[in-house]
Every structure is written in C-alpha cells, then in structure tokens.
C-alpha cells in the first residue's frame, strides 16, 4: 500500500486549507483512513479518520465542527478539509490506513504516507 498525501501550505488563521492522501496498492473494504498530526516537541496525535466501509467518520475533540473527512471511492482518495484554522493547528499532518479497531490509536495503522506540512499564521 502506498499513501501519498498532499495539499499543506501556509494559511491565515480564521483561513482554510484542504489535504489530500491518494492510496494504491489493495483494496480498502475493510480498512480505516486517517490523519495524525505532529507539531513540534509533540507526540503524534490522531485528528481524523474514516471507515471505507460505511464512511463512518471521527474527529478529535479539538478539530470538531472545524475538519471534515471525506473518501472519494473511484479515485481511492481521502480528503480531509481544514476550516478556521487556528495557529495551534500548524504541524505536519500524515495519512495513515490499517485494519483498525481503535480509530484514534496510531499503533494501529500499518501504512503512512509522507507528511505535509501545515503552518496556521496567527
């Protein structure tokens, strides 16, 4: 499996910004994606993910009502979409996709992508 993320930049607080991770590689029926984020001197932290299967979809309490996920079937792609953006936001964000039971546990995810920075100026 390969995930190949894409779409960090520079925003404005308040401003938005979209990801993208591109998968290839299996079929995803029973798989979940996510994004973790790592900021610097911080621990990798779950912020989103969504179950292929059903399109169940679960945010960290800090990004709710701000972060949407999506998955778009043909093209194997999740898309997880960055609204008021807030300064504590900016890190580097991987996708990640696994047979998972636990959503939010990044042991969990067998395959991740690249990074893709995201830096929120406030």
């Known amino acids: 499996v390969q995930l190949q993320a894409s779409g960090g930049g520079l925003a404005q607080a308040g401003g938005s910004l979209r990801l993208s991770c591109a998968a290839s590689g299996r079929t995803f029926g029973n798989y979940a994606m996510g994004w973790f984020r790592k900021a610097p001197g911080k621990e990798r932290e779950f912020v989103s993910a969504i179950r292929w299967s059903g399109g169940s979809t679960f945010h960290a309490d800090s990004v709710k009502g701000r972060f949407t996920i999506s998955r778009d079937n043909a093209k194997i792609t999740v898309y997880l979409q960055m609204s008021s953006l807030k300064a504590e936001d900016t890190a580097v964000y991987y996708c990640?996709?696994?047979?998972?039971?636990?959503?939010?546990?990044?042991?969990?995810?067998?395959?991740w992508g690249q990074g893709t920075q995201v830096t929120v100026s406030s």
């Open positions: 990640a996709a696994g047979s998972v039971k636990n959503i939010w546990d990044k042991r969990e995810y067998d395959y």
